[in-house]
């Protein structure tokens, strides 16, 4: 069995601990681990420089949560962290005091710039870190090259200007209650997936969306380009899960993400962002190939897509777009509660 994974932070990596949980019943290895192989593609969107160092945020969760390092209370940073560094820097006025980076984390950061100063790409640097954390899958950032997102803010008066801004900061320090106009990914021009990439997608036999942020988690991997041609051409069923429960996010502000992009925050409204996986003829294929670039249609990407329980009006809108659904509790409240969801996911392409 292998299994890949298109994953932003928090919700992504608490759901393939979930995964883990249920493959290591089925296909156990015999020393509590699973014989299935599973890949974690990670969101590198979030990925910012500061205080010299490369600072990961998704790669990072994922490879803390799956690793046993994770401070479950805030589900991201190392648990037992301290911050005397960065206090230290904020009395020589440096630093954001919005963003601060723990002790034991800063290792993590000053370890992988080392590793690309030397010459080593981001996915041969992961695989470095991850070498001491044995999280137990594959993780690959979803692009070695540089891919940051940034949101245009302001509305364009002389009193508001229109202007550009990381996204870590919208979010962190704005808590997403600036209006976004838009979302920008620089770099993405000059961006590709990796050869890693294309073949977790193309070799698997089940490729999950986990309940992540669709607009700058998922959205943002999709948006590199080959990987929606790859999700679209790939012989393995695309199960999503839906991150929205009851007409809201689950964790975090994806609803402000969400209407900046013209979509309604409902699970089927995310099912159909996404887009049915159709067949398509050849030169259909590769009219699509352009998109991330503007030219073609979306490519739909989805076989079948989980909603909560509560949700279970979606499933008939959803079903009658060509996407698979079920609506089943979505609250991954432990472990246990997420590998039943993980469960239902590979149950809903015939694989339970």
């Not at 883990?20 to 015999?30: F, I, N, W």
């Not at 630093?95 to 601060?100: A, N, S």
């Not at 030169?283 to 739909?300: I, N, T, V, W, Y």
């Amino acid at each position: 069995m292998k299994i890949t994974l298109l994953a932003g932070g928090v919700g992504g990596a608490r759901f393939t601990r979930g995964l883990l949980h249920l493959l290591a019943e089925r296909y156990p290895d015999g020393e509590g681990g699973t014989t299935a192989e599973v890949t974690v593609v990670a969101n590198t969107g979030d990925d910012m420089w500061l205080h010299g160092v490369r600072v990961c945020p998704d790669l990072d969760t994922v490879m803390y949560t799956l690793g046993g390092a994770i401070h479950e209370g805030q589900g991201w940073g190392r648990q037992d962290e301290s911050s005397r560094v960065s206090a230290d820097l904020a009395a020589y006025d440096l630093g954001w005091e919005w963003f601060t980076l723990g002790d034991l984390d800063l290792a993590t950061h000053l370890a992988r710039t080392e590793l690309l100063r030397a010459g080593r790409t981001l996915t041969e640097a992961t695989a470095h870190l991850c070498r001491r954390w044995q999280p137990g899958v594959t993780l690959l950032p979803m692009s070695d090259q540089p891919v940051e997102t940034h949101v245009v803010v302001g509305d364009g008066t002389d009193d508001d200007p229109e202007r550009l801004i990381h996204f870590e900061e919208w979010w962190v320090r704005h808590r997403a209650g600036i209006p976004a106009r838009r979302f920008e990914q620089v770099g993405l021009d000059a961006a590709s997936a990796t050869p890693e990439v294309l073949e977790a997608i193309m070799t698997a036999d089940l490729v999950l969306l986990p309940p992540s942020n669709p607009v700058v988690s998922v959205g943002t991997i999709l948006a590199v380009p080959r990987v929606r041609e790859a999700l679209h051409a790939t012989p393995a069923p695309v199960v999503g899960i839906s991150p929205i429960v009851g007409g809201a996010a689950v964790r975090g502000m994806a609803d402000a993400c969400l209407q900046t992009i013209g979509v309604e925050t409902s699970a089927a409204a995310v099912g159909l962002h996404y887009g049915a996986r159709e067949d398509l003829e050849d030169d259909d294929l590769a009219r699509g190939a352009g998109q991330g670039s503007g030219e073609g249609a979306p490519l739909g990407i989805l076989d079948g897509w989980l909603v909560d329980s509560g949700d279970v009006d979606a499933v008939a809108a959803l079903e009658s777009a060509g996407i698979r659904a079920r609506a089943v509790p979505l609250l991954m409240t432990d472990d246990a509660a997420t590998a039943e969801i993980a469960a239902a996911a590979l149950g809903l392409v015939g694989m339970g």
